[in-house]
C-alpha cells in the first residue's frame, strides 16, 4: 500500500503560478513513476506530468513549456510547479504513483481553480 497525500490547491489569477505537492508514504520502494493527473466534472482524468524514479519526466502537450514536474527522493515528494496559468486549468488535481507491478494508487485530489 502507497498512501499519498498532496497539497497546494486553491484560487489563482489567470496568468499566476502554484505548486503543487504530493508525499507519498508506505511501500515506497515499489514505485516505479509518480506524476499528475487531472479531472473536470464529466470528464475523463487526463495526464498533467509524470517522472520516473529515474528522473525521466514526460508532460501532456497543453502544460507543455509551462509546467514542471520534480521530485525530492530524499522526502518521497514530487512537485508539479504550475506556471502562466489559464481558466482552462481549473481542475481537481490527483497524485498519482504507479508501482512496479502496474498497480496505482490516487491521492484524494486537490482543486485547482484559476479565476479573475
Known amino acids: 500500500q502507497v498512501q499519498l497525500v498532496e497539497s497546494g490547491g486553491g484560487l489563482v489569477q489567470p496568468g499566476g503560478s502554484l505548486r503543487l505537492s504530493c508525499a507519498a508514504s508506505g511501500r515506497i520502494f515499489s514505485i516505479n513513476a509518480m506524476g499528475w493527473y487531472r479531472q473536470a466534472p464529466g470528464k475523463e482524468r487526463e495526464l498533467v506530468a509524470t517522472?520516473?524514479?529515474?528522473?525521466?519526466?514526460n508532460y501532456a502537450d497543453s502544460v507543455k513549456g509551462r509546467s514542471t514536474i520534480s521530485r525530492d527522493n530524499a522526502k518521497n515528494t514530487v512537485f508539479l510547479q504550475m506556471n502562466s496559468l489559464k481558466p482552462d486549468d481549473t481542475d481537481v488535481y490527483y497524485c498519482?504513483?504507479?508501482?512496479?507491478?502496474?498497480?496505482?494508487?490516487w491521492g484524494q485530489g486537490t482543486l485547482v481553480t484559476v479565476s479573475a
Open positions: 498519482n504513483a504507479k508501482m512496479i507491478t502496474g498497480v496505482n494508487y
Open positions: 517522472i520516473t524514479t529515474g528522473g525521466t519526466s
